[in-house]
């Protein structure tokens, strides 16, 4: 059995053992179904085989980057917003255009330098 494997699988092979204490080698139900949790159990190892534990949507680390994804999405990175969905008419439909001067993501002007170009925070 590999490593790591599901709660599913280690609850699986944990009845398959105990199953197998109690079961009569005579009794051919008992190989059947022996045999049948033994494949299932052989599946579930090979479905997991190359699964990573730290991938997991649950982990706080996991959850510490998706937050602090988040929060630099809604900042836009540290970039400028140089092109938006801009409704020319109030009645209009959005449309994607270049903003003629780049702005922060409240809609404020975005610093720029001598010749123009916006200023890039590091």
Known sequence: MSTYVG???????????????????????HQELLKEMKTHLKKLEDMRKNEDPRLSFSTPEFKDAQRTFTENFKKNFGRPVEWAMVKEFPWSTPQLRKLEAPVDVKGNPWPLDKEGNPILKS
């Open 7 to 29: 709660a599913q699988a280690q609850e699986t092979s944990e009845r398959l053992a105990d199953f197998e204490k109690r079961s009569d080698p005579d009794n051919k139900e």
